[in-house]
């Protein structure tokens, strides 16, 4: 369709464009001549007067030829042209067209889930005042109000790339100019991906030792040991033998290649290598300790260190033999469950030695009068998380001063299984178990001495509880009153009728849109840690801000009965809308 298209308004566009105003009688057109004088109408007809009518007044204006041809397409150089110029809307400069004022900002999608280490693409679309809208991720700034949980690009290329960095909920913010649109970003836990057994190079000598690793490896590039709760097997245990006291602790036996494995049934993950033991050419061996003063009945473990080509030593577990020079005084034991074990049976000196073909170690042994003094169990006490195993050790202490490790030749018992248990089991002495949430002691028995130490079972920052005595930090906090359980909290989190909460350790808030113990009446959580309290209309009366009710006014209302005057869905108790009335 053609239209009538002012001229003043038209020329006065240019004449901004070209940083002028007013006529310009110097302006000369393509061929050196003064531009022509063109009349033109008022762009409003004065009186009411119709377009058609005659015209009252009308305004001369000197403007380059060029100008005027491209009005009007056709006119000559010397020619006048009166009143207005018919062109047609295609013929305006797209330099003249100005877009509505911008109104908002919807951001897309409107709700991000992004794993931790995993990046997701947020887009702006701006919406102007005519309801049109337009794609200006490019034009928007971006920030995230917590950067510990995820991160946002504002470079060129990449703006409003999100990374997740740790679980948990935030806000993201986009802004042009005055106007500013706001998501959630939620990013939860990484994907799990596989066991992984370390390290990736397993070549031991015969007779050598070598602690493995298992580590569960997660989609964020992060990674947890799990060593300690794997079952660990290898093919040939006449190659390679695990220390069944120590997981991941791989003995060479005998030369030759086996594959080993780690299995976490709990993460229902395995993981298996292989493993070479090769031939050790040995160069020497160590005893340690090279010299004793071990008291009148003691035991002690000692150990036989050998070196090889290449300049590496290691503990020989196997493949030398124990002897005492002096068996009356003392003995030493080539027993597998008690390989290296010198016992004092009498006073006065031995020798012990441990060889390997043409090689030996001695280590010099004087058995002392002195009286067992007392027993003591390092820690004295410790704090332990419901279900964690720790390590307990006992040592004997003499009345020269003599201190020696007794952990495998002590008795060790529980005096409360309710809430932990102890090992006395050769090789796994002084393990001790958490079972409940209270306080036990374990004891450890030796030459009629005995010592206690407290464990105290807590649950760490972060766990489910019920009552504060039960966290470390003191402090379990429930998201509101009326929640059955809480979590484990370092610091104090204020009733903010549920939304928000300790379950990370820390006081945050929870997932905006979400409601964990249904306190905030018509609303939703509002990302900041309180219910929402206000609202606005995202069409037909509805908005995301509303549970179970209808936006009216900037309030969240509840939903009508059938025969009330509805426009959506979300305004009936039915859900459902027909012809303008709640069925």
Request: hydrophobic letters at 35%; proline letters at 4%; charged letters at 20%.
């Amino acid at each position: 369709m053609r239209r009538t298209i002012p001229v003043l308004l038209i020329l006065a566009s240019w004449m901004v464009a070209c940083g002028g105003g007013g006529s310009n009688p110097d302006a000369v057109d393509d061929e050196g001549t003064p531009g022509d004088t063109i009349l033109a109408d008022h762009a409003v007809p004065p009186d009411g007067e119709s377009d058609g009518g005659d015209r009252d007044a009308t305004v001369g204006l000197d403007v380059p030829d060029a100008v005027t041809q491209d009005l009007t397409g056709e006119v000559a150089a010397d020619t006048a042209v009166e009143d207005s110029v018919d062109v047609t809307a295609a013929d305006i400069p797209a330099d003249f067209v100005q877009p509505p004022p911008l109104k908002a900002l919807a951001l897309q999608p409107d709700r991000v889930f992004v794993k931790a280490g995993d990046e997701a693409q947020v887009h702006v679309l701006g919406i102007y005042e005519d309801d049109t809208s337009d794609d200006l991720t490019a034009d928007a700034s971006f920030n995230i109000v917590d950067l510990w949980i995820a991160s946002v690009s504002n470079d060129i290329g990449e703006k409003g790339l999100v990374t997740g960095l740790h679980e948990g909920v935030t806000t993201l913010f986009a802004q042009i100019g005055e106007v500013q649109g706001q998501i959630d970003i939620v990013v939860t836990p990484p994907d799990l991906e596989g066991l992984e057994i370390r390290p990736a190079e397993r070549i031991i000598p015969k007779w050598s030792k070598l602690q493995l690793q298992a580590m569960a490896i997660y989609s964020d590039g992060s990674s947890v040991d799990v060593t300690w709760s794997c079952q660990w097997s290898s093919t040939d245990d006449g190659v390679v033998a695990f220390d069944w006291g120590t997981p991941g602790l791989a003995v060479g036996v005998e030369v030759g290649n086996v594959t080993v494995t780690a299995f976490e049934s709990s993460l229902d993950l395995m993981s298996e290598g292989d493993m070479a033991v090769t031939e050790a050419e040995l160069t020497g061996i160590a005893v340690n300790p090279a010299e004793a003063a071990m008291p009148l009945g003691s035991k002690r473990v000692f150990e036989a260190r050998g070196s090889f080509v290449g300049g590496m030593t290691t503990p020989m577990t196997t493949g030398v033999v124990w002897t005492s020079s002096n068996e009356d005084t003392a003995t030493v034991s080539n027993d597998v469950a008690t390989f290296g074990l010198v016992t004092a049976v009498a006073l006065g000196d031995a020798t012990i030695t441990a060889t390997s073909g043409d090689f030996h170690g001695d280590s010099q042994v004087n058995v002392t009068a002195a009286a067992l003094d007392s027993v003591r169990i390092i820690p004295e006490s410790y704090v332990m998380r419901d279900n964690e195993t720790y390590a307990f050790s006992a040592e004997a202490v003499y009345s020269d001063a003599t201190v020696t490790n007794i952990t495998e030749q002590a008795e060790w018992s529980a005096l409360n299984a309710t809430y932990v248990t102890v090992s006395n089991v050769a090789g796994q002495k002084g393990r001790v178990h958490a079972e409940s949430i209270g306080q036990g002691a374990v004891r450890a028995s030796f030459g009629g001495k005995s010592d206690d130490a407290w464990v105290t079972v807590k649950r760490m920052r972060g766990d489910e509880c019920y009552g504060d005595d039960e966290c470390l930090g003191g402090h379990c906090e429930k998201p509101s009153t009326y929640a059955p359980y809480g979590f484990c909290c370092d610091t104090e989190c204020p009733d903010n009728n549920g939304c928000q909460h300790c379950a990370w350790g820390d006081c945050r808030p929870v997932e905006a849109g979400t409601d964990p113990v249904g306190q905030c009446d018509n609303y939703y959580c509002d990302g900041t840690g309180h219910c929402g309290s206000t609202c606005s209309d995202e069409g037909f009366n509805c908005s995301s801000k509303c549970k179970n009710a209808w936006c009216w006014a900037g309030q969240c209302l509840d939903r009508m009965g059938p025969g009330n005057s509805c426009v959506g869905n979300c305004q009936c108790n039915s859900n459902l809308c027909l012809f303008f009335f709640c069925t």
